[in-house]
């Protein structure tokens, strides 16, 4: 099966650069790099490679995520779907383990992903990342499994989709009808996802051997940057689905005295909005992997 990755890009030139460098070590390269543009300009000063990449350019400045992943999709040229995180460094074995598992049967394969600290890329002069200080810097999220086989392993909880790296055939993504993109802004389209493909009678998988270091930017927690966005996207959600998603943000938000609500509210009541404040008092030390 011949595979596009797909990512999306807004201001991380150095971090598409180190995922460039992991697909040009890749054991079996992907057959295309589609690259959409959340920003007006697209970048030439990127690593040469054996594969195609194709480019992309995504209107909207509310951060569209939603329609440049439907994009990146429509303009792939290939049925095996990978989207990976610009954050993100695929591992030697990404690719083929991701190629391997559509290739064996429908479904949506999640890959483990494992966070790195502030400085921990190091590539040497042909722009190959040093894979095993990778690895040996890595960090599973407390919240993710950690995986003791390549084999895939069966995931119930269609809400467990983080968008870092997954990948699904051409045929399910189209089935889902893909991301809606009324969402605008961080949070929730990756959920709806989720839940739309759950519903088309999709299956969800963990991948451990598509391994994949996310690289370090800077964090907030509460991410009082993306309020707004959050609480539309969460609105959103709950008139589509009857029930809550990104319940720990909208918990932190209500306990800052930002908002009125709760896991049986119906709607959200915003008293005010972080303040400047609030939001730089929120920025994590450069020491923290994830919010």
């Known amino acids: 099966m011949k595979t ?12 598409l650069v180190n995922l460039m460098h992991g697909l040009n070590a890749q054991s079996q390269r992907p057959d295309e790099l589609v690259i959409a543009w959340m920003q007006p300009e697209i970048e030439d000063d990127l690593p040469a490679t054996d594969f195609d990449v194709r480019h992309i350019r995504v209107a909207g400045s509310a951060l569209p995520l939603a329609r440049a992943r439907n994009l990146a999709a429509e303009y792939a040229a290939h049925d095996g779907l990978i989207f990976l995180d610009v954050d993100c460094i ?15 049967r429908a479904g949506l394969f999640m890959g483990e992903v494992r966070y790195l600290p502030a400085d921990a890329v190091r590539v040497d002069a042909a722009g190959t990342p040093d894979f095993d200080r990778l690895d040996q810097l890595g960090e599973i999220h407390p919240a993710r499994p950690a ?36 969402y605008e802004g ?29 690289q370090h930017h800077p964090l907030y927690r509460p991410p009082y940057p993306h309020f707004d966005a959050i609480v539309t996207n969460a609105r959103r959600f709950r008139a589509r689905w009857g029930r809550w998603c990104m319940d720990y943000w909208l918990g932190l938000f209500r306990e800052a005295g930002l908002i009125d609500w709760s896991p049986a509210a119906d709607d959200i009541v915003v008293r005010r909005r972080p303040s400047a404040a609030e939001i730089e008092a929120a920025r994590l030390d450069g020491a923290v992997r994830y919010g």
């Open 186 to 214: 961080y949070g929730g389209e990756e959920t709806d996802y989720a839940w739309r493909l759950a519903a088309a009678g999709v299956d969800f998988y963990w991948l451990a051997g598509a391994r994949a270091w996310h």
């Open 147 to 182: 995986l003791d086989t390549d084999a895939p392993v069966p995931e119930g909880d269609a809400g467990q989709l983080w968008g870092l790296s997954f990948a699904l055939r051409r045929q399910d993504h189209v089935r889902a009808r893909g991301f809606d993109e009324a």
């Open 90 to 104: 695929p591992a030697p074995e990404l690719v083929r383990c991701y190629r391997h598992a559509l290739a064996e």
């Open 4 to 15: 596009s990755v797909l990512t999306l890009v807004r201001g991380r030139h150095g971090h």
